[in-house]
C-alpha cells in the first residue's frame, strides 16, 4: 500500500502530464470531520480536457501504485469530475465550475499547497 503523500504526488504528476492548471493540495489532516486526508483541486480549460486529465490521474496512480478509485462522479458532464481516493479526493474543475464551488475557501482551514502549471 502507498503512503498517501507518495500518492498526491502521483496524482499531481498525472494532472501536470495533462496541463491541467492551478492546482491545489489542501492537507485536510488536522481538520476534524474532514472526508478525506488531501483534496486535490485542478482545472482544465475544456471538457475534453478536464476528461484527459481524470483519465491520466487514473493512469498514473495506477501505473505508480496499483491504486484505483473508490468512486468516480462527474465523467460524461465533465464540469466536475471528483474521484475518491480514500485518503486522497481529486476534484478536476472547468475554471467557472471551480469558482463557483471554491473549495479552497470551503476548506480555509487547511494547509493549501500550491503546484507550479507546466507549460
Known sequence: MIKTNEL??????GIQEKKGSGIVIA????????????????QGNSPS??????ESVGDFAWKDSGEKPT????LGTDQWVAMDYSDVMVHIFL?????FYDLENLWQDAKLTRSPDID
Open 49 to 54: 480536457q478536464v476528461e484527459a486529465i481524470a
Open 71 to 74: 468512486h468516480v462522479v462527474g
Open 27 to 42: 492537507d485536510l489532516g488536522n481538520i476534524d470531520g474532514a472526508i478525506a486526508r488531501y483534496f486535490v483541486i485542478c
Open 8 to 13: 498526491v504526488k502521483t496524482i499531481t504528476r
Open 95 to 99: 475554471p467557472e465550475t471551480r469558482a
